[in-house]
């Protein structure tokens, strides 16, 4: 939709949020998230709480204006709200996050959750958005290769996940997990992509072992689930890309749509998963204790 142009004092006001948030990084670590959250709740007041300031809802012929508008404010109290108790979390527990990935994606909900209330309160939007068609998947072929290879690779996953507390010997791309049973000795083999480690048991270290197979379970585990959540944000953005390109302005991918939100998920998912600590507590445990 085509919004009006900024007046000079919303323009200085989103040039103070932005300077503000630009000096309090310097300050405090979520600094500019939190203003980047300010200048989303402006967005949401200005454009998603109204059908004041766009000029397509000029055009729109209603069935019901009022339930239109009340259920567009009701959504815009949500994300006031969410805002609000996000600028609190990071003032009391400043970290870098993925605060714009977060927005981008309740964007995306926002716009589903418009369209629903256009299908029940609007007979007829204006004469370009009029020639929009909405479809399930544009590139059908393609599209259905690209899910069929992420099935294969889900079920992959998963039976790796099902098998790391069965079995012995986990292989998973390039991490792997062995046990193998020599004279009543225990011999492990761990590697977790460019990082290996082998050990024995003996006298020195039998009180330690069982401990460190444990870990290493764990530390697999993670990495498995690593690796798919980002695999998966890879596949996310590849179907996005199949079903957006060539370009059509006038017709609109339901796949689309969903997968541009799976790779925010998946993305956030991916950012936010940190096995890099407990990665390096094993290779400690391993080098004080096991070698």
Same mark, same amino acid.
């Given at each position: 939709m085509k919004k009006e142009g900024l007046d000079d004092k919303y323009k200085r006001y989103i040039f103070i949020i932005l300077f503000s948030g630009f000096i309090s990084n310097f300050i405090i670590e979520s600094g500019m998230d939190i203003a980047i959250l300010c200048f989303f709740i402006y967005?949401? =007041?200005?454009?998603?709480?109204t059908t004041e300031n766009i000029k397509e809802y000029?055009? #729109?012929? #209603?069935r019901d204006k009022e339930k239109f $508008?009340? !259920?567009k404010n009701l959504f815009a109290w949500g994300l006031y709200i969410y805002s609000v108790i996000r600028i609190i979390t990071l003032i009391i @527990?400043?970290?870098?996050? *993925?605060v714009m990935?977060?927005?981008l994606l309740l964007m995306l909900l926002y716009n589903l959750y418009e369209n629903n209330l256009t299908k029940k309160y609007v007979i007829r939007k204006s004469e370009e958005q009029e020639k929009n068609k909405v479809v399930l998947i544009r590139n059908k072929v393609l599209v259905s290769s690209i899910l069929v290879l992420y099935s294969v690779f889900t079920y992959y996953t998963f039976t790796s996940l099902n098998n790391i507390q069965a079995n012995e010997d986990i292989k998973y791309l390039n991490n792997e997990y062995k046990i193998e049973n020599r004279d009543d000795t225990r011999k492990i &083999?761990? @590697?977790l992509g460019s *990082?290996?480690?082998? !050990?024995? $048991?003996? @006298? $020195? =270290?039998?009180?330690y072992f069982d401990n460190?197979?444990? &870990?290493g379970k764990s530390v697999i585990k993670d990495k498995i689930l690593k690796s798919y959540f980002f695999i998966s944000m890879i596949v996310m953005c590849l179907l996005c890309l199949a079903e957006l390109y060539p370009k059509n302005k006038y017709i609109k991918s339901q796949v689309a749509s969903l997968g541009i939100m799976l790779f925010i998920i998946f993305s956030m998912i991916t950012f936010n998963f940190d096995i890099y600590t407990n990665e390096l507590n094993l290779v400690r445990y391993f080098h004080d204790k096991i070698s």
């Amino acid at each position: 939709m085509k919004k009006e142009g900024l007046d000079d004092k919303y323009k200085r006001y989103i040039f103070i949020i932005l300077f503000s948030g630009f000096i309090s990084n310097f300050i405090i670590e979520s600094g500019m998230d939190i203003a980047i959250l300010c200048f989303f709740i402006y967005l949401v =007041n200005k454009y998603m709480s109204t059908t004041e300031n766009i000029k397509e809802y000029s055009y #729109y012929e #209603y069935r019901d204006k009022e339930k239109f $508008e009340k !259920g567009k404010n009701l959504f815009a109290w949500g994300l006031y709200i969410y805002s609000v108790i996000r600028i609190i979390t990071l003032i009391i @527990k400043p970290v870098r996050t *993925t605060v714009m990935l977060e927005l981008l994606l309740l964007m995306l909900l926002y716009n589903l959750y418009e369209n629903n209330l256009t299908k029940k309160y609007v007979i007829r939007k204006s004469e370009e958005q009029e020639k929009n068609k909405v479809v399930l998947i544009r590139n059908k072929v393609l599209v259905s290769s690209i899910l069929v290879l992420y099935s294969v690779f889900t079920y992959y996953t998963f039976t790796s996940l099902n098998n790391i507390q069965a079995n012995e010997d986990i292989k998973y791309l390039n991490n792997e997990y062995k046990i193998e049973n020599r004279d009543d000795t225990r011999k492990i &083999q761990i @590697k977790l992509g460019s *990082t290996y480690m082998m !050990g024995e $048991e003996s @006298k $020195e =270290n039998a009180v330690y072992f069982d401990n460190f197979l444990i &870990q290493g379970k764990s530390v697999i585990k993670d990495k498995i689930l690593k690796s798919y959540f980002f695999i998966s944000m890879i596949v996310m953005c590849l179907l996005c890309l199949a079903e957006l390109y060539p370009k059509n302005k006038y017709i609109k991918s339901q796949v689309a749509s969903l997968g541009i939100m799976l790779f925010i998920i998946f993305s956030m998912i991916t950012f936010n998963f940190d096995i890099y600590t407990n990665e390096l507590n094993l290779v400690r445990y391993f080098h004080d204790k096991i070698s």
